[in-house]
């Protein structure tokens, strides 16, 4: 069947309606599984001018049909850099350009900014192999066609990965750490679940927070006001200058998720003395909460982990969710009931002896992350048989 798919490129989300996209992206309709692939996520980004010219992340959206029907579709970036990836290939580029090559532009099937996994190859249901493999095969052609260095598939889910490695592009294995839900009724049922000394430590932290001086209030849908993203927006600033530069995300794109997408975002604030002085903004999805940004204009003693940890723990519960997934990075994040998980992306390189010293370092990495995921989970929170049980 895949003779009989074309495989096209677009410049921008406003070319395709989102009817088609989001059949792809969230079959079904409902509230997504992940809301970064929505178009009205992606589509906010453009108009934003979050991505787009002079950012280094040009749109080039795949697009797969078959018989004129759109089957499938792929958030896709021309990239001028490495930045915001959060699985980087920095390492990767300074060795090809110090060899006399060109690393960029690549191609990058990606959500910008958002280290948080989910489906990159949306499909049909029905179509879903077809799609994929397609999709793969439209994305090696155009970059191979182009005589780019490379293409990447980041944050992709893990059959993604095994497909794309049947076909031949490189698996690479990352780790972050998410808080997953058995099934808890309430806060204190997660904190049972923890040895003696973790649950003490928890507890000490959240009455440490909350006594910051001022008030947390976690708000969504039409609870968010212009005020709170005023305020927001000036977190995000502070937080994105230390930590990139300057920030990724210009002050539109939270006018435009407020518009499309309030409903689908929980913003925990910490207000004091009549200000807004610290937040976290997540993203619900259908079955996970994604901590995304926070900031503060104000330091105090654990706010932070009340904020982006324990607020998102609470709504996860209350909400009957599955995950919590904090963002990248974070081992801080082991002592307080995230657990390190595997993260998938795939990777084609043009030039094969690249390809080849590429490919032996992911293997040495892979099998580094699987023996660190192992340790780390050993030293989780977790109570570990009835002798820890209830000491307080």
């Known amino acids: 069947m895949n003779r009989e798919i074309e495989i096209t490129l677009i410049e921008g989300l406003s070319e395709i309606p989102a009817a088609d996209w989001d059949a792809c992206a969230n079959p079904g309709g409902g509230r997504p599984v992940d809301p970064f692939t929505t178009h009205r996520f992606l589509i906010a980004l453009e108009r934003s001018r979050s991505v787009g010219p002079g950012t280094g992340w040009e749109p080039r959206h795949l697009v797969a049909r078959h018989e004129g029907r759109i089957i499938a579709v792929a958030p896709t970036y021309a990239k001028g850099h490495s930045q915001g990836e959060y699985i980087f290939d920095h390492a990767w580029a300074q060795a090809w350009e110090r060899a006399g090559g060109q690393y960029y532009p690549k191609l990058q099937v990606a959500v910008p900014f958002t280290p948080a996994t989910g489906r990159r190859l949306l499909c049909h249901p029905d179509l879903g192999q077809a799609g994929r493999s397609a999709l793969l095969q439209g994305l090696v052609q155009v970059a191979a066609r182009n005589e780019l260095s490379s293409a990447h598939i980041t944050f992709c889910t893990e059959e993604e990965a095994r497909e794309g490695a049947a076909l031949g592009l490189l698996h690479r294995v990352t780790q972050q750490f998410h808080w997953t839900n058995p099934g808890y009724g309430s806060f204190d049922d997660f904190l049972g679940s923890l040895s003696s000394r973790k649950r003490k430590a928890i507890r000490k932290e959240r009455f440490t927070a909350q006594g910051f001086g001022g008030s947390i209030h976690a708000l969504t849908g039409d609870e968010i006001a212009p005020e709170h993203w005023d305020a927001f927006w000036t977190f995000y600033q502070d937080t994105g200058a230390r930590k990139w530069g300057r920030p990724y995300l210009t002050r539109a794109f939270f006018d435009l998720v407020q518009d499309t997408m309030r409903d689908d ?128």
Request: aromatic share 10%; net charge negative.
């Open 265 to 392: 975002i929980l913003l925990v604030m910490a207000r004091r003395n009549g200000r807004w002085v610290a937040g976290a903004l997540n993203f619900i999805g259908r079955e996970t909460l994604f901590g995304r940004y926070w900031g503060a204009v104000e330091d105090h003693s654990c706010l932070h982990f009340e904020l982006c940890y324990y607020q998102a723990i609470d709504h996860a519960i209350a909400n009957g969710l599955k995950r919590v997934e904090a963002g990248a990075q974070g081992e801080h994040k082991l002592a307080r009931g995230y657990l390190p998980v595997a993260v998938h992306s795939l990777h084609w390189i043009g030039d094969p002896g690249f390809r080849a010293a590429v490919a032996r370092y992911l293997d040495e990495e892979r099998h580094a992350t699987d023996e660190e995921i192992e340790i780390l989970t050993a030293f989780g929170p977790f109570r570990r048989g009835p002798q820890e049980a209830e000491v307080e």
